[in-house]
């Protein structure tokens, strides 16, 4: 009687907690990660601890308006706090502190979980991430840009436009609308 060999099927694919489908190889063969392109053993270990998948990303979302009303009253803030009149002080100057701190309590958490070799890279790539995720790039018109720039000169922003000695006012603005618009390479 001739037996026939079994053959068994090899797992080539495998679903992660968050329903992705990840390929496998065989065992005992390294498998090259998408994020990172390094070749590991345990893919789905690798992917938890792994500095470059998106999913590992702190979820940080700052309050872009308060930030900047937050650093014009940045100046007047006392620094360190040690009477209670100070800190109620420093309440009403900026009732929600600083809309930063998470951020920074985050980042360094991240940074001291960071292999040593590469880790400036790591780091500028992070925060690449987390400052560009969610936005949205879109291209004004004529009459946006030129609001923009007298919304930004309004509120007290210092911009060097024309002149690098000189900041621009909200009437060389108005006089110069064709200069700004037409040579944006010249102002950057």
């Not at 998408?34 to 792994?50: A, F, G, P, S």
């Not at 007047?76 to 040690?82: A, G, S, T, Y």
């Not at 100070?86 to 985050?106: H, L, Q, R």
Request: glycine share 2%; hydrophobic share 35%; aromatic share 8%.
């Amino acid at each position: 009687m001739v037996e026939k060999a079994v053959r068994t099927k090899k797992v080539v694919s495998q679903t992660t907690l968050t329903s992705k489908k990840i390929k496998l190889n065989p065992i005992g063969e390294k498998i090259k990660c998408e994020y990172c392109k390094t070749n590991v053993l345990d893919i789905i270990r690798h992917l938890k601890k792994c500095h470059r998948n998106p999913q590992n990303a702190p979820n940080i979302e700052l309050d872009w308006e308060y930030v900047d009303d937050y650093n014009e009253v940045k100046e007047f803030l006392i620094k360190i706090p040690c009477t209670d009149k100070e800190k109620e002080f420093n309440k009403i100057v900026a009732p929600n502190g600083n809309p930063i701190a998470d951020f920074i309590g985050e980042m360094l958490d991240y940074t001291k979980s960071l292999p040593k070799a590469h880790k400036d890279a790591m780091i500028n790539a992070k925060l690449d991430e987390v400052f560009t995720s969610g936005v949205n790039v879109k291209l004004l018109n004529k009459e946006e840009y030129f609001d923009r720039l007298k919304e930004k000169v309004r509120k007290g922003q210092r911009l060097f436009l024309l002149d690098s000695l000189k900041p621009i006012t909200v009437e060389e603005i108005e006089k110069n609308k064709d200069i700004l618009w037409e040579e944006p390479k010249r102002l950057f």
